[in-house]
């Protein structure tokens, strides 16, 4: 079909993630979707023909082949599973989804430059988001961390929060995410609490795992 006729849609029927690296590199559109029910033929075609926007992001890291794996039996995550220890260049990275339209960040600012002393602290995290382009869309806003110094095992990233924000063309809006102590403290086999330790966390805005446009450190304090 796509020798005949390049103009060609892949839809992609699936809740797991494929290795489609030839696809990625043949086909100009591809159009991931769930299992949808009856609803699903009217879902395609709303997207395909342009009376929707989709703004689904990925939930799954995506590899480019199973080499890029550990074996099948292995369950431990540190061991390259999960957007979090995922080490290679992924097809599609986590927190991923493209728009009919474009849009920019901006302005991103904190409410405190340390938190911590109990794990009820809060800094609030805020951006601007625009939408460039001529459509109106919806924009997916993620908030992940990175622990700069633990003395522990942590994660590469870390999502924290989230906001899907409706934005007509041409449209800024300031999106909040409030970011807490307690989301930053791991568990401590030998005290069998959650612990908050004294550490540098990078926070990083962007639109997916792999496109953090905005970044700032804030000093955590137990």
Do not use: C
Request: proline share 6%; net charge negative; glycine share 8%.
């Amino acid at each position: 079909m796509y020798a005949v006729n390049p103009k060609t849609v892949v839809v992609l029927i699936t809740s797991f993630p494929f290795a489609i690296q030839w696809t990625e590199d043949n086909i100009p559109a591809i159009l991931h979707m769930a299992h949808n029910s009856q609803e699903e033929g009217n879902a395609l075609a709303d997207a395909l023909f342009g009376d929707y926007n989709p703004a689904g992001r990925l939930v799954t890291t995506w590899p480019q082949s199973l080499d890029q794996l550990p074996p099948m039996m292995d369950y431990n995550l540190r061991d390259g599973r999960t957007y979090m220890y995922f080490k290679g260049k992924p097809l599609y990275p986590f927190g991923y989804g493209l728009s009919y339209t474009t849009f920019a960040y901006s302005n991103l600012s904190i409410s405190a430059q340390h938190v911590g002393k109990n794990k009820d602290g809060e800094v609030a995290v805020s951006v601007d988001v625009r939408n460039t382009g001529s459509l109106d869309g919806d924009e997916v806003v993620q908030l992940y961390v990175r622990h700069v110094g633990s003395k522990v095992d942590r994660p590469l990233l870390e999502l924290k929060g989230f906001q899907r924000v409706p934005l007509r063309a041409g449209e800024t809006k300031t999106v909040r995410l409030p970011l807490r102590a307690s989301a930053l403290t791991y568990w401590d086999d030998a005290t069998g609490n959650f612990e908050l330790e004294k550490d540098d966390v990078e926070l990083l805005i962007g639109s997916s795992s792999a496109d953090l446009k905005l970044r700032k450190t804030i000093e955590v304090s137990p």
